[in-house]
């Protein structure tokens, strides 16, 4: 489920799509809006705000100075990496799985099959903005340090994917539910229909089939 790759024929992924399998949807965080939800530097602005403002009232001209300057240095780290985030996520949607393409560092490739997601839930971050958190079918090996900061907030027992700051949430989650609904059946029938087959003796499956 998770690949770790340097050379990238396929802008996300680690490789060539196989064949029968088609390319539906592609994008990445919007930097800004990834800044303000995930990293939160309105809530940090705001908190350096109030201690100017409270170095101001205490009449402290040189802690009103040395402030000013940590809480700009703060913001801008964090917008920083938001940035270096998005330039290096890209989240893929085809016929067969979801990919996530993390990993600021070190490439990452976190393939995740529509047959393993039993649902999404939409977070609006505004008119067609949101994140979108993937809810995974069965047990993952999937931690929540290694999804961060693609993991939806506080589910840390069993962590969720999520598609983060897209500016076409609604679009994707649509097309992402569509997809499901398309494949999923076909591959728990088949899954099921394997694990019915592991419970047969050998000498009667085929007389079975």
Known sequence: MITEYDDEPVRGLPGELPQGETLLWQGSPDWRLLARSAFFTRIVGLYFAALVALAIYNGSTGGVIATAIAGALGVG????????????????????????????????????????????NLRPLGPTEGDLALQLIGPHNLGYLVLWPHARPWKLGHPEPMLRALPDAAVVGERLARAVAAIAPVDRAQQASAAAGEGVPAHLQGAIA
């Open 77 to 120: 780290l964090l917008m920083l990496y938001a940035w270096v985030v998005a330039r290096t996520t890209v989240y893929t949607l085809t016929s067969r799985r979801v990919v996530l393409r993390i990993g600021v560092a070190l490439n990452m490739c976190i393939n995740l099959p529509l047959a393993k997601i039993g649902g999404a």
